[in-house]
């Protein structure tokens, strides 16, 4: 079982439209990261986040550390937001580790 | 303009053959590091280093190799020892050492073994 789910997998939806996509980890971490893969292969940071809630732009990403859950949120979609949104989680401490969820592969429609 | 490139964009490889992967990043970053990439999986951890002339192994380091000799470079030999090589392999770096810090990608190097 992955340590980091993403859901959904796959996601189309229509320009406009809000989006959610949906990250959970099994176990307590440090912070966690979303990042956006473009088509050809470039990976961006998003956001970087321990707790509460970022913004930048049309994107918002929110934590919640007692459920062990995030969400990456776009708002007034467009196609441009097209991509593979990436959800990777930090165990700190002794383990130091950073692992990263499958991927969820969104497609915005004109 | 300050990034990460890496070089080059498609690589095939024979079975048998080392092949290394170039990374060079301008940004001053103290951590660089290897990741590959399978379809269906997260990106894996090869190898990593925080500092100039040190590194430490990852989660599948087995098949590969790298050198940390001067800041700005980072390069990976991907050996014949790898098993199953073909994959898409990132490099990235960060300003702080360890995995707390965002980390800057490159744009990567697709590998197929012929």
């Known amino acids: 079982k992955n340590e980091v789910e993403q859901s959904p997998q796959n996601l189309t939806a229509q320009e406009g439209e809000f989006i959610t996509i949906n990250c959970s980890y099994s176990?307590?971490?440090?912070?966690l990261h979303w990042l956006q893969q473009h088509p050809g292969g470039g990976i961006v940071s998003l956001f970087m986040?321990?707790?509460g809630k970022k913004k930048h732009g049309r994107l918002i990403a929110t934590i919640n550390i007692q459920e062990k859950h995030s969400s990456l949120h776009i708002t007034a979609s467009h196609p441009r937001d097209s991509a593979v949104y990436i959800c990777?989680?930090?165990?700190?401490?002794?383990?130091?580790?950073?692992?990263f969820g499958t991927g969820t592969l969104l497609a915005v429609q004109p | 303009d300050g990034g990460i490139t890496q070089s080059p964009k498609y690589l095939f490889r024979k079975e048998g053959q080392n092949v290394t992967l170039s990374c060079e990043q301008n940004?001053?970053?103290?951590?660089m590091y290897w990741y590959r990439q399978d379809p269906g999986q997260g990106l894996r951890l090869i190898y990593y280093?925080?500092?100039?002339?040190?590194?430490q192994k990852g989660d599948i380091a087995e098949g590969y190799s790298v050198s940390r000799e001067k800041k700005e470079s980072f390069p990976l030999t991907v050996t014949s020892a790898q098993k199953n090589p073909t994959a898409f392999y990132l490099c990235?770096?960060?300003?702080?050492?360890?995995?707390?810090?965002?980390?800057?990608f490159g744009p990567g190097t697709r590998l197929t073994v012929l």
């Open positions: 986040l321990s707790s």
């Open positions: 940004l001053n970053h103290d951590a």
């Open positions: 280093s925080q500092i100039v002339n040190d590194f």
């Open positions: 990235a770096s960060s300003s702080g050492q360890g995995f707390y810090n965002e980390q800057f």
């Open positions: 990777a989680v930090f165990y700190g401490g002794a383990t130091n580790k950073l692992i």
């Open positions: 176990v307590g971490i440090s912070a």
